[in-house]
């Protein structure tokens, strides 16, 4: 240990050395995103290990699944990353339908889009405002709650909930959307629009957001990749890749005629870049700043999406289609399928022996790989630091532990 | 007042001097704690509009003005926890040496013109002085708590504080320097008449000292971005981790009162103390002649001005609370020695140059209502009158200073 | 896939087994498959390679346990294949407690590992399985053990901790193999299908 920190080129102005100390950081702790429990080295105020320990939500999703039908277990894919549910009802949905070989109609594919877009704005919304939290600002949070309020309540007016929604679901979605729902989320989109540029002007341009953020908690590509990290993470890295551009063909095709860039810096721009703020000149890719500002493009990239799909889906007159019943037997097989989920990759690996119950379901958490990187993050970092890493990673636990 | 005591009620000198300072003690404690019921009654209004939320609405009727009342009354009730293994009795008297500074230091602060606990011919240092040892109270319980995490706080307090202190009292002394007192009611009162005689706009370097003043100010009484030891995403809670109820209002109450000291000294020190931006009691002809019946009116106006500043910084604090994301512990020592203390001492070595190329000002508009006999301190003047070291006091001085000189008899 | 684009489909279609063949052309270039790279992962790894399935959704190649590591090895540093990424790592305990249903599963009891590998630069994936021992020399609660491939993704250093904890695979060579969702004192297996949930832990009821 101490010859890494030797190593380590930030540590060496420090050279007053003390004693060590170990601090328990969590599981109850105002900024690690639920019930996570870090155990920090510290030598003063500078981190020299890190260690996360997980499980704390664990729930035996597997097992649970395991043992009820496949559509059974929508309501408990919801609770995995419960900020971002629709995605999580999506990516199972798929994976089941990938097994059974269906295929939905173009209405509900187009209102999986919108749906799912719209859950990656609010997950994003979380994620923007947390981290504000995180770095001791408290009203990106509650501006980022505001907005991301009405979205819960589009929802509600959809499928009945605001949290844990089951509303995509096998075959399908369990019910159409409500009369003017159309109208009321382009209002939403349009008194959105605006309030991004307050966020840019609170968080991303801020001098102490940038101080706090750029250059903290550099991930290189390599790594990145070598860890499994994905979806905002691997792309503040500036790995080009997007499931929903490079996945398997049955999630791809979701998004066939649909315009979209992935949110990634390539050539030292980001897409549509004249349209934000300018990149820091301290922030170096793969660092917290980068990975938040993603976060950010891609809120403005769903709603992008989301009106393409208003428009979509409101060109589609037939009707919706009926999900398959609640026991329907899904085929012997093996499927593995992974979906973009705002937190990252999220695959779900389904196996069927002709019977209604899955023999085997197996969850891959996005963000299971992307805290995994946590620990090589905080070498030599400042307590300070911590906590903008973790919410730069936004994790959220509930996946992690299933 | 003690005059009117001692000669018509015939009391003996001991006990008017008791009875003075135990209603001065009184009147400041019922300040501090008054003052903290309606900042954090304040700080949660102001907050919430910030964040588009309306704030406590119910208790006490509208605008929810009693919640900070209902919130104390929950806080004495609350049970008073220690952690096992805490150090019982530097755990207890932490929130009070804490309280006990930040009320200390009221009683140098001038609220008006007489109005002030003790005027002391070092005032300022004596505020300065006695504000700084807060620090002990925090430091004291991040050690007693036996918490990892206060001791973080505890320790970043100390750091952050200890480094403040000299920019801070660099930027002190600019104010101390024109004056050429440290006494704060000569301060204010040099600053009387309209807004342009404030320390603030004497000289372009003063108005820089000003904001450096106010940066160093927030960092010394631990406001965001400055919350560095109560940092409440990385150190839960910081130096205050473990206490509750009670014990820990105090530690509330000292802050709240912290800010509205600071506010007011830089009310004093910059912006004109008690003295309005128009002079009004001077336009209206009242004087605050000690025996005339119109002074309790021009110190009351004067009363008003000063608490309406120091409430203005302490809202300003609440907004760049309620704005900003907080710096790094590193980030904070960076700011204060690498950009604070070096301007502050360049614009020190500004002002003092300024002053010596128009010693009398540019903006003045003298209207009479100053009091610029008392320029020096008292004991500078020997019987024989003025000592050489007033001899480049302006002018004008020489009638007012016999007035003085009379009136302090 | 069927890309028929009508809005008028009345609901959900199931496809027909020929379109079925034409999602696993489609699927095929997305999945490293076909024989020229079993070719080279043969050569590469002399037996490694058990047995394929390319027919079936998510086409598997079957290493031999003992060869786990090195196809690992060459499939990561191979320049032709390139896998840079380990996305999971799956136990699927194949055991049926109902000794009538056993009769008639088809497959003798075991454990399968599952990788599924995934290469940023190609885009494409892969699925290994590998077959182990419900448990080691056929000695009840010795786990069995597979060789750690953590030094060669460090995604796995978590995924094998999870996989040890939940379904009691030992991984060799994995360097802090400790339970991670489970408590460390906790005792068993929980996604073995034989698992039985304990009736007491510190005095909580089990059930």
Request: hydrophobic share 45%.
């Given at each position: 240990m101490s010859q890494v920190i030797d190593d380590d080129p930030r540590i060496i102005e420090f050279d007053v050395r003390t004693d060590e100390m170990l601090v328990n950081m969590g599981p109850q702790h105002p900024s690690t995103h639920g019930v996570l429990r870090l155990v920090l080295r510290t030598d003063g105020e500078i981190v020299s290990e890190i260690e996360p320990h997980i499980g704390y939500l664990h729930r035996c999703a597997e097992k649970i699944g395991e043992n009820i039908s496949a559509r059974q277990f929508i309501p408990y894919t919801d609770r995995m990353d419960y900020l971002a549910g629709m995605n999580m009802n999506l990516g199972w949905s798929l994976a089941v339908e990938k097994l059974m070989r269906l295929q939905v109609t173009e209405k509900a594919r187009h209102l999986r889009v919108l749906i799912s877009e719209m859950g990656r704005i609010a997950s994003h919304l979380v994620g923007m405002g947390a981290y504000g939290l995180d770095l001791g600002t408290f009203s990106p949070f509650l501006y980022a709650f505001r907005e991301r309020e009405k979205i819960l309540d589009l929802f509600e007016e959809a499928c009945g909930a605001r949290l844990t929604y089951s509303y995509i679901t096998v075959g399908g979605l369990t019910a159409d959307l409500p009369p003017g729902w159309l109208e009321r989320c382009e209002a939403f989109l349009e008194q959105f629009e605006p309030i991004i540029r307050e966020y840019h002007a609170l968080l991303t341009t801020n001098a102490i957001f940038v101080k706090r953020t750029a250059g903290i908690g550099v991930l290189s590509p390599d790594m990145a990749i070598n860890y499994g990290c994905s979806g905002p993470v691997l792309r503040g890295s500036g790995v080009d890749q997007d499931m929903r551009r490079d996945g398997e063909p049955i999630y791809t095709a979701m998004y066939d005629g649909y315009a979209f860039e992935v949110a990634v810096m390539k050539d030292g721009h980001y897409p549509r870049d004249h349209a934000y703020p300018a990149v820091p000149a301290d922030a170096v890719l793969g660092d917290c700043w980068h990975r938040f500002f993603v976060r950010m493009l891609e809120v403005v990239q769903s709603m992008d999406l989301v009106r393409q799909a208003i428009d979509q889906y409101s060109a589609c007159k037939g009707p919706l289609g009926e999900p398959v019943k609640v026991a329907e037997k899904i085929p012997a097989g093996d499927v593995y399928l992974e979906t973009e989920c705002p937190k990252g990759q999220m695959g779900f690996y389904l196996i069927g022996n002709g019977s209604a119950i899955p023999w085997r379901v197996r969850a891959r958490s996005s963000s299971f790989s992307n805290l995994s990187v946590l620990a090589e993050l905080c070498h030599g970092c400042l307590i300070a630091d911590v906590p903008a890493i973790v919410g730069s990673l936004d994790i959220v636990m509930g996946e992690i532990d299933r | 007042m003690a005059e009117y005591l001692i000669q018509t009620v015939g009391l003996p000198g001991w006990l008017t001097w008791s009875l003075l300072a135990v209603l001065s003690a009184v009147l400041i404690l019922n300040l501090m704690a008054g003052g903290a019921l309606v900042f954090i009654w304040a700080e949660r209004k102001v907050s919430a509009r910030i964040q588009d939320r309306l704030g406590p609405t119910r208790t006490g009727g509208s605008f929810g003005w009693l919640q900070s009342l209902a919130d104390g009354i929950k806080l004495l009730a609350k049970e008073d926890l220690m952690p096992e293994g805490a150090d019982g009795m530097l755990f207890r008297v932490a929130p009070y040496v804490s309280f006990c500074a930040s009320f200390a230091a009221f009683i140098g602060l001038p609220f008006a013109f007489d109005m002030v606990g003790l005027r002391l011919n070092v005032g300022v240092f004596y505020v300065v002085a006695v504000l700084g040892l807060e620090v002990f109270g925090v430091i004291l319980a991040g050690y007693a708590s036996a918490s990892k995490w206060s001791l973080f706080g505890a320790m970043r307090e100390a750091a952050q504080v200890v480094s403040y202190e000299v920019p801070l009292g660099m930027c002190i002394v600019v104010p101390v320097m024109l004056a050429g007192t440290m006494d704060l009611v000569t301060i204010a009162e040099k600053q009387a008449g309209w807004f342009t005689n404030w320390y603030l706009f004497h000289d372009p370097f003063t108005f820089v000292v000003f904001w450096v003043y106010v940066t160093c100010a927030v960092a010394s009484v631990n406001r965001a971005p400055f919350d560095l030891a109560e940092a409440e995403s990385e150190l839960?809670?910081?130096?205050?981790?473990e206490y509750s109820g009670l014990r820990w209002s105090f530690f509330f109450m000292a802050e709240y009162s912290s800010m509205f000291l600071v506010s007011g000294l830089a009310a004093v020190l910059f912006l004109g103390g008690w003295n309005g931006p128009v002079p009004i009691a001077t336009l209206l002809g009242l004087s605050d002649g000690t025996g005339e019946s119109t002074g309790a009116i021009v110190r009351l106006l004067g009363l008003a001005n000063l608490l309406g500043k120091a409430t203005l910084g302490v809202l300003i604090m609440m907004w760049i609370r309620w704005t900003l994301p907080r710096l790094r512990i590193d980030q904070v020592m960076t700011t204060c020695l690498k950009y604070c203390t070096p301007i502050a001492a360049v614009m020190f070595a500004g002002a003092m140059t300024w002053l010596w190329v128009f010693p009398g000002g540019v903006l003045n508009l003298d209207d009479g209502s100053r009091r610029p006999g008392e320029i020096r301190e008292g004991w500078l003047e020997g019987p024989g009158g003025r000592s050489t070291a007033v001899s480049d006091a302006p002018v004008d001085d020489a009638p007012a200073l016999a007035e003085i000189a009379e009136v302090s008899k | 896939m069927v890309r028929s684009g009508s809005c008028e489909a009345a609901a959900s279609v199931r496809l027909p087994t020929g379109v079925a063949c034409e999602t696993q052309q489609v699927m095929g270039d997305k999945n490293m498959r076909g024989p020229a790279f079993l070719e080279s992962l043969e050569a590469a790894v002399p037996g490694g390679v058990v047995g394929t399935n390319l027919e079936a959704i998510d086409p598997w190649v079957e290493v031999a346990p003992a060869a786990v590591a090195d196809v690992c090895r060459w499939l990561h540093d191979s320049p032709e294949t390139?896998?840079?990424?380990?996305q999971c790592i799956t136990a699927v305990d194949w055991f049926e407690p109902d000794p009538k249903k056993a009769a008639k599963a088809g497959w003798d009891p075991h454990l399968e590992l599952v990788y599924h590998l995934w290469s940023t630069r190609a885009r494409v994936s892969l699925v290994l399985k590998t077959k182990l021992p419900r448990w080691k020399d056929d000695q009840p609660g010795v786990p069995p053990e597979v060789a750690s491939v953590a030094g060669i993704w460090r995604t796995a250093d978590w995924h094998e901790r999870e996989v040890y904890d939940l379904s009691g695979v030992v991984f060799v060579g994995h360097p802090d193999l400790r339970r991670i969702l489970c408590p460390e004192d906790w005792e068993g297996f929980p996604l073995r299908k034989d698992y039985e949930m304990p009736l007491d832990y510190h005095g909580i009821r089990g059930r």
């Open positions: - | 839960v809670a910081g130096f205050h981790t | 390139g896998f840079d990424s380990l």
